[in-house]
Every structure is written in structure tokens, then in C-alpha cells.
């Protein structure tokens, strides 16, 4: 096992107070889910609550540090100095239904060395409050849940593979886009899953459960510390033209270089 380093340790210390008190949240979703009000309020509130945890654990530990922060937007550090890109709850629908499946990412980026903009993501966490897992990668050091190495499916026929995917919902996506490369998908592989949560979509594909993902319209937020867990693990990411950035959200493909190639070409056809 890789010796878990201190930056690593700041990031999962943080996602574990906070995922303390989303566990206990999630606790009264059922039964606001007969009140008239209806849990959507107390969602809301959870959400932003886990949020300020991390900024405040996160901001202790690394003074001068950046954010970007679904809720609170981009707050600016010192320059030169990275920032921490962090969602406190992504799976909210799930969460806001009672259903086990959501997530806290929080993923840490250097400042590109000539000053413009920003560069590689250096390190990344995707933790699960419900199962208590802690995903995690550093660049060059490999990915991991716990203690355990991450590797990505060695599947190579698309009709073996399970990929999963985002689905396009009311006021969020192009759903014409979508069903064009569902259709192109769907009949080629073993099977497609949406499970509503793509940090640990790409967490999944990184450690082999998935063999393949893809969603657009996601924000940085959401993929930046799953897009290093799988590249740490061995898979390839780009958009849908086959482009690779440190972080994708509008467009992602993520899956092992075989089946990578393979859905690449599927995607860019329906496409056309």
C-alpha cells in the first residue's frame, strides 16, 4: 500500500466530518417526506451545512488555498497556491429521496507554472458516507479505496462491458443528444446503469465495476477528483471528441484504453 500523505489525510478527515452529518441528515429524509413542506428545504439547508464543514476543515489546514464551491461559487486564494474543488453532495436527488447512493468530492489543482489559468489535479477524494468508503488517488501515486489498489476493467469487447451513464433530466441536459448515443450504445454492450451520483460513477469505473462511463452537462464540481481516480487506475478520460483536459465536465468518456477507443468511436458516430 502507498503511504497515505498528508494532503490526503486533510481531505479525507474533512469528507468524514462532513459525510457524519449528512449520514445523520439523511436520517430524516424519510420522514420529511410525508410533510407538507416536503424534504426538498431541508436538502437544501444538509447541503450547504456540509459545505461549510469542509470549507472551514479544508481552509484550516491549508490557509491561502482557493475554492470552488458548488454553493458558496469560487472564492479566491493567494496566488500561486492551489484551490480545492469540492462538492458536498452530489447524488442530491438521491439524497432527497431516501436512496443510499451519494457522495462527497473534493479534489485539489495546481496553478499552471506559467501563471495562466490552472493545470493538473493533483489529488482527489470521492467518499461515501453511507458505506464509509474513501476513494482515493494522487497523481503518479496511483488510486485506491482504503487501503486496496484500484485498477480499471481489463475488459476489451464491448459486449462484455457494463457502462454507466447520466440521464438527462427537466431543465438539465440535451436530451435528443443523449437518446442519439444511447441508441448507439445500448445494442453494443452488455448493459448501461444510471445510478445519479458520476464522482462515484468514475470512482466505480476506477476500481472495475463499470467498464465504461459517459454524461455531459456535469460541472467541474462533480468530476474533477473521480477524472484522476481513474487515470491513477490505469483508464483513459476525454470529452466526447476525444480531447483530454485535467478536468471534464460539459462532456466525459471515461474507460480502459480497449474500450475507451471503442465507445469513443460509437459516441463521435452519433454524433455526426
Known sequence: MAAISGLIRVMERAARKAGGRLRRDFGEVEHLQVSRKGPADFVSKADIRAERTLYDELLAARPGWGFVMEEAGVIEGDPGMPRWIVDPLDGTSNFLHGIPHF???????????????WGDVVAGVVYQPITDQTFWAEKSRGAWLQDARLRVSARSRLADALVATGVPFFGHGDFAEWSRIFGAVGPEVAG????????????YVAQGRFDGFWESGLSEWD??????????????????????????????????????????????????
Open 103 to 117: 457522495a462527497i468530492s473534493i479534489a485539489a489543482q495546481e496553478p499552471r507554472a506559467d501563471g495562466k489559468g
Open 192 to 203: 448501461i446503469r444510471r445510478f445519479g451520483a458520476a464522482s462515484l460513477d468514475l470512482a
Open 223 to 272: 468530476t474533477a477528483a473521480g477524472c484522476l481516480l481513474v487515470r491513477e487506475a490505469g483508464g483513459f478520460v476525454s470529452d466526447y471528441r476525444g480531447r483530454s483536459e485535467p478536468i471534464h465536465a460539459n462532456q466525459v468518456l471515461a474507460a480502459n484504453d480497449a474500450l475507451h477507443s471503442k465507445l469513443h468511436k460509437l459516441l463521435a458516430g452519433a454524433l455526426r
